[in-house]
Each structure stands twice: as structure tokens, then as C-alpha cells.
């Protein structure tokens, strides 16, 4: 009897020792968790490992705890978890300068612009005052400001604010006599408000290029991609695609990346410029571990806020008005033929249903029919109901809370019958079978949760419209995560190493608070991010 109990011993601590043996080594664990992994199935699973960077194993708690050991488990208690949130267009080197400007987001008059400015002056004392995020809209005066008050409080100091889309912007005299310009000035592609036989101070896209701003020093551009990262890892996002820059400041991205200071991401769109073209087609594509340079960022129009969209009719609210493209016909031509003989992707701005048809158009005449060039429309905000076949080939990369923040009075600048051709995000779906979803931040707020809540539920974050707002185009909660996951990487040609919880992708995922996939729709926008992981690392 001692024997065979001594034997029994034996075999299982032997049998024990083996299982340790032919246990895998990983970085990280995590169980008992409902992972969303957003595969070819939509499966979900219970746990994962990682190592080196990637994921090595998706399974059951019980598959990979017997089949692992790692150096850090965590125990998830059944939270939800997805790969990590992609921003399918933003911008992000644009966000951080922002903190280091006035924040005139959300202000509900131009009299509360102007004590904000003060305010900041009063604290900064800059040589020149820049700001952003005014919106005519949201006051209750909704017309464009003029700039006899800020002539009254800054007579010497140049000031120039950005209006919430980018394109419009408000000066004073200051900066106005800095620019050498006056009511004589012409402009293509944009247009100096004029009343009463003077300047107004309002700029509308290609105008405001004359306005000289101050450059940022090296310090504040490397501070400006800090804060960003801080912002978006805090919110999920683990790739951004930064819709227009520069060499330079996508060299400095490169630099702090293999420094191991700027760990975020980065899909970068070089702006249309010569000299962003002619070194970057020439030199081709530019692909990292974090940094994916491939794509040029093209304008067609300005901003339907600004009435700046380029409509095939005239504005419902200012008759004889049509927007304007802000690159000419010809340009936009022989763009696209350049971009479409390099290994290039062509990204266009296009929010009137003129722009996008015209783009479109471009786009089918320089491209065969079977491409894979993934060539994208980036808003596709103001669509010709017959137009939408012409997404077959197109991938539409939209902005969800543009419909939310839009929706109060975008039908008084289009008309009843044009709005249903407006932010008819499932109707694009539908014609190219994806999409891609980003915010435009600092456009529109920073957080991915909004852009899920806006793209399903299609209210307000006061729960407005009670109906939602076109339901009719609203995505269901399946398609906005692959919007935000795998079908923004396919956009970016990164489909195969990132967008998903599969083994040999990397390792991006986060951890929330809510599942969002399952909660009320109302608490989705406030949903709290748990933790941000990139490369298995976490980096909030």
C-alpha cells in the first residue's frame, strides 16, 4: 500500500513538473475577460497572451492558463475589451498645439470669444494671439462676428482665431496690416467678408492663407505631440491618422517614435505641397513599427459651417452662394494623375455633393476599375442621392459627430431634399462595404466613444433628438467597431498586423468600463476607459 501511494506521489508531481515544463513563456496574461476580438467572425473569447509585442494566443481561460505562464496576468473580472481604438481621421499634431492656444470650444457667444481672449492675454502675454473652436452656429446671433471689438481690445497685438471647422478664421486690424492686405485683394479657392465697403476681419479658407502666424519653436512642437499622445491614450486610441503634415514635423514624429518618447501610432497624410510631393512620392513609401507615411492629404472644398462646401445648387440659406472648390478642376486633375502613378493614396477633403461628385469622377478616371489603392474621400458630408454608386470603389472615411454637431442646422444650408444625402453613413457602407471612422479632432472631441455613440445611436450627448437623428443611416454597433478597429487599418493598408485581437497582430488593446457593444445606449459616450495597451505596454 506504501508503494503504490509513494508511486501515485510520484507520477503526479512528475505529471505536474511536466505541465510546468511545456508551458509557453508570455509577457502578459489576461483572463476572464469578454474579449471582442473583431475577427473575420466577430468572435469573442476569454483570454489572450502576448509576447514580444503581439499576441501569441486568443482562447478560454481554462486553453490558456494550462498552456502559459507569464510574467504579469491580469485578471479583466469579465470587463469587455477590444483592439485598440483607430482613428480614421484627425488631427493630431493640430490637438496639441491646441493646448497651447486659446480653447474657444463650446463658447455660446461671441462676447464670451472675446472675455476668453482677454483672459488669455491677460495670463500669456503672447506676441500674438491664435486660437480655435468658435462657432457662429452655436449662438444665438448666428451670424459671423466682425472684428470691431477685438480692434477695440487688442489695437497693437495681432489676433487670429480659427472658426471650430478650420475653415474660417477671425482677425483684427493688427493682423490684417501684417498680412498687407485689404479690401483690393483677390483670392482663388476662398473670400475676405466685406460689408460696408470694409474688411469684417472673417477669412474663408484659401483667404486665411495670407495670415503670417508665428511658427512654433522646436520645444513646443515636440511638447505639442506629447500632449497629444497623452489625450488619446487617456481615451483608447492606440493609431491616429493625422489628415495633413509637413516633413518636417513628420520627421520629428520619426525621431521621438525611436526615441521611445512618442509611442502613439501614427498614420500620416503629407499636405499638398510641392515640396511634400515631390520628396515623398519620389521617395516612396515610409513604413515602421509606429510610423506609416503613404498617403497625401488633398482639399476640394472648405466647410459647410462656413459655407465654404462646394454645392452643385445654390445654399438654401444664401441664395446665389454655391462654396467654391478651394484647388481648381484642372489641379485636382492633374494631382490625382501624379498620386495615381506613384504607390501613393490619395485622400480628399469633399463635403459639398459638387466636391464629391468631382472627386469621384477624378478618382474613377485616373484609377482602373479593380484597384486596390484604397483611394479615400475623407468626410463625404453632402452626397447627390445618384452619386452614391460612385463609392463602389471608393472607401469612405467620415466623422460621425459632424452629424451630431451638424444636425441643428444643416438642413437650413442644403434644403429638405438634399439632407438625405447627408451623413448617410450606412447608404455608404452599403456601396463599398466598409468604412472608415475618425473624429477630425480638434474639430470635434477627442474621444472614439463619441464617434461610436454618434455612428449607432445618432444623438446628441443631451440625448437629443429623442428619435435620433436619420436613423435611417444610423450603423449598427458591429460595423462602427470595425469602423474603428479593422476597417481603419484596411484604409491604411494595415489590416494584417493591426485592427484586431488575432494571433501575430500587434498587441494594441484596451480595457473599458462599459461593454459598449451590449450597454444603454446612453452610456456608451460615458464610458470610462479603463487602460490603454500598446505593445502589450500599458501607456495610461
Known sequence: MKKTLYTLLSTGL???????ETQKEADLLVINAKVYTV????????????????????????????SYRANEVIDAKNAAVYPGFIDGHCHFYGLGLQQQKVDLVGTQSYQEVLDRLVAFQKEKQVPFITGRGW??????????????KLDELFPETPVAIRRIDGHAMLVNQAAINLA??????????????????????????????????????????????LDAQKICF??????????????EVIELVDSLQHAGSLKMRIYAMISNTEKNLDYY??????????????????????ALGSRGAALKDAYADKKGHFGALVNSYDNLQSLAKRIAASEYQMNTH????????????TYHQVLPTENDRRWRIEHAQIVDVKDFKLFKNVLPSIQPTHATSDMYWAEDRVGSERIHGAYAYNDLLKEYGKVALGTDFPIENVSPL????????????????AEGYQTNNALSRENALKGMTIWNAYGNFEETEKGSIEVGKLADFIILENDIMTVEGNKIPHTKVNHTYVNGERVN
Request: a neutral charge; aromatic letters at 8%; one cysteine or more.
Open 450 to 465: 463619441y464617434t461610436f455613440y454618434a455612428a449607432t445611436i445618432r444623438k446628441d450627448l443631451k440625448g437629443y433628438p
Open 135 to 148: 462657432d457662429q452656429n452655436d449662438w444665438e446671433v448666428k451670424e459671423f462676428p466682425t472684428k470691431t
Open 234 to 247: 487617456d481615451l483608447g486610441l492606440t493609431t491616429v491618422d493625422d489628415a495633413g503634415l509637413d516633413r
Open 350 to 361: 469633399a463635403i459639398g455633393d459638387s466636391a464629391n461628385y468631382v472627386m469621384l469622377k
Open 281 to 302: 512620392l519620389n521617395k516612396g513609401i515610409i513604413k515602421t513599427d509606429r510610423l506609416h507615411v503613404r498617403s497625401v492629404k488633398v482639399y476640394a472644398d472648405g
Open 180 to 225: 498687407g492686405i485689404d479690401i483690393n485683394t483677390r483670392i482663388d479657392g476662398g473670400e475676405f467678408l466685406i460689408k460696408d465697403g470694409a474688411l469684417t476681419g472673417v477669412l474663408i479658407d484659401n483667404a486665411m492663407n495670407f495670415i503670417k502666424v508665428p511658427k512654433p519653436s522646436k520645444k513646443e512642437q515636440i511638447q505639442a505631440l
Open 39 to 66: 475577427d473575420k467572425s466577430f468572435s469573442t473569447q476569454e483570454s489572450f497572451a502576448v509576447k514580444d509585442g503581439k499576441f501569441i494566443a486568443v482562447g478560454t481561460n481554462e486553453e490558456l492558463q494550462k
Open 14 to 20: 512528475f505529471l505536474a513538473l511536466g505541465a510546468c
